[in-house]
């Protein structure tokens, strides 16, 4: 229930908080809904790696004070650059300069941050005021292996096994993520349309015939049109234009279609003239009906009436607009998440090595996600089991937004397992001994953390809208090939790989740490 308590209360203060930006700032309901996603998900591991060590060091024979204190300077430190690392993946999100995500960022790393102060201070706090009583009401047989703070049999027998032949374990694990990631090679940016609809709705079938029989004619582009000098939008200038835009139609070769209307708005100070395009409305023949609209037929007839501006906008203009944006800004988001984020774990554990291998192994697990995504929904596998109806693309926001809530929430993982790894090298273990350690007595958190976020993930698998589907299952392919092939294989095997030169060679380094260690204790 303390982990429920603190993931809950970070999300009602985080959603409470959002309504101060929210006056000057783009939030809205989409906001609040991946809030309560990302503030569970973090409230429930920082919960967990905080209890469990302090239960770790209850049976070790400390009372609950000096139990807490070493929780703190170990869980706790984990929990600060875990926090941080994940904000500044969620904050990549600014730089897009897209309305929806400045939102999605803001509430994000507003609860991730009220996480991290309540795993710090209200958590200590309930388990210092709770003693033992954290161990009472557990489930039977389940509820005593749990809590008696034992390491992992399975994934401490793994780990051992892969440390003694690093490579051959490495090698085929990396092999298989690489093989489940080719298919991302042929991602393809669309937005669903009519198919993010479920197929089996009536209402979704009319709509689907009459986009066939009259393509462009539900969702045409529409062209508003401004007076920018004085000019009258109902004068003979304008409707010359508007005819002419009729001529164009045939020169178009059917990219611009009939019929093409106008209507005044605003007490005749604005004109909206609606154009049919050929395709579907989101489709490459929609985009490409859409430069033909944009660079040849508008400036050849409304682009010659001085004292007016026009803009194109409707559901293909949108979504191709939305689209360019990304690809604009995509590479610096990765630019920025990943620099950071390898200034950030050098900073915490004095090496190179450590962040060049968590950011390769979080980039393989979110490539292994893209490839599954390509094959399940773009491809047209799994149709009749997950109830959806393959368009042949990925929606055009997902493998962004992906990628930060991925890479974010897998550092928790990674951090809390390598400050355990980091600790028990500083106290003396030699590097495989850390490693299977680190890896032993950290699996029962990080599967429980794990198990969780899948299951959640998986709910989203169940809804009707496409876009959900994809998100869903394709994040919770990700959380459990990061908790397992990653977690228990790669990243023991990189380390046995990279041996003592991971780990700051210099003695007062590793002597100041040891002490901060054994100064808790």
């Known amino acids: 229930g303390i982990p429920l308590l603190l993931a809950g209360t970070a999300v009602i203060s985080a959603i409470s908080?959002?309504?101060?930006?929210?006056?000057?700032?783009?939030?809205?309901?989409?906001?609040?809904?991946?809030?309560?996603?990302?503030?569970?998900?973090?409230?429930?591991?920082?919960?967990?790696?905080?209890?469990?060590?302090?239960?770790?060091?209850?049976?070790?024979?400390?009372?609950t004070t000096e139990a807490l204190r070493i929780a703190a300077h170990t869980s706790g430190r984990a929990i600060v650059v875990s926090g941080l690392t994940v904000m500044i993946a969620l904050a990549g999100l600014f730089l897009t300069g897209i309305d929806v995500f400045t939102g999605v960022a803001i509430g994000t790393i507003l609860v991730v941050g009220v996480a991290v102060l309540g795993s710090l201070t209200f958590l200590p706090a309930i388990l210092s005021m709770l003693g033992p009583w954290t161990d009472r009401g557990r489930i039977p047989f389940l509820g005593r292996r749990r809590t008696a703070a034992r390491e992992s049999k399975f994934f401490g027998a793994l780990a051992r096994a892969v440390v003694r032949r690093p490579l051959a374990w490495g090698g085929v694990a990396a092999i298989v993520l690489l093989a489940l990631a080719a298919p991302a090679l042929r991602l393809n940016l669309e937005d669903p349309g009519i198919h993010s609809l479920p197929p089996d709705v009536p209402v979704v079938h009319s709509l689907a015939d009459i986009s066939q029989a009259f393509p462009g004619g539900p969702v045409p582009a529409e062209v508003v049109v401004t007076s920018s000098g004085g000019a009258d939008l109902g004068g003979k200038q304008v409707t010359r234009a508007i005819a002419a835009l009729h001529g164009q139609v045939a020169g178009t070769h059917g990219a611009i279609r009939e019929p093409i209307s106008s209507a005044m708005f605003g007490h005749d100070q604005v004109l909206v003239v609606s154009v049919p395009l050929a395709g579907s409305g989101t489709d490459t023949t929609s985009n490409n009906a859409l430069m033909t609209l944009r660079d040849h037929a508008l400036p050849a007839t409304l682009g010659k009436v001085p004292g007016i501006s026009y803009a194109v906008t409707g559901l293909t203009a949108g979504n191709h607009d939305f689209d360019a944006q990304l690809a604009k800004t995509v590479p610096w988001v990765f630019v920025f998440v990943l620099g950071l984020a390898f200034l950030l774990l050098m900073a915490s554990f004095r090496s190179v090595y450590i962040p060049a291998l968590s950011i390769g192994l979080n980039l393989l697990s979110v490539g292994a996600a893209y490839g599954l995504m390509v094959l399940i929904f773009q491809d047209g596998h799994l149709e009749g089991p997950l109830g959806f109806t393959a368009y042949g693309g990925i929606t055009a926001w997902l493998p962004l937004f992906m990628f930060v809530l991925l890479f974010g929430l897998s550092m928790d993982y990674h951090v809390f397992i390598l400050s355990r790894i980091r600790e028990l090298r500083l106290g003396g273990a030699s590097a495989r001994q850390a490693i299977t350690g680190g890896?032993?007595?950290?699996a029962g958190v990080v599967t429980s953390a794990a198990a969780i976020m899948v299951a959640v993930f998986s709910i989203f698998a169940t809804l009707s809208l496409i876009e959900f589907k994809m998100f869903g299952v394709a994040m919770a392919a990700a959380?459990?090939?990061?908790?397992?092939?990653?977690?228990?294989?790669?990243?023991?095997?990189?380390?046995?790989?990279?041996?003592?030169?991971?780990?700051?060679?210099?003695k007062q380094a590793a002597h100041r740490d040891a002490d901060q260690v054994l100064t808790a204790r």
């Open 439 to 442: 890896i032993a007595s950290s």
């Open 479 to 506: 959380v459990l090939i990061d908790a397992t092939i990653v977690r228990g294989v790669l990243l023991p095997a990189g380390l046995a790989l990279l041996g003592d030169r991971v780990w700051p060679q210099r």
């Open 17 to 63: 908080l959002l309504a101060i930006p929210g006056r000057w700032l783009p939030v809205d309901s989409t906001t609040s809904s991946i809030v309560l996603l990302v503030g569970m998900a973090v409230g429930i591991d920082y919960s967990l790696f905080y209890l469990r060590r302090t239960r770790e060091e209850r049976a070790a024979g400390r009372s």
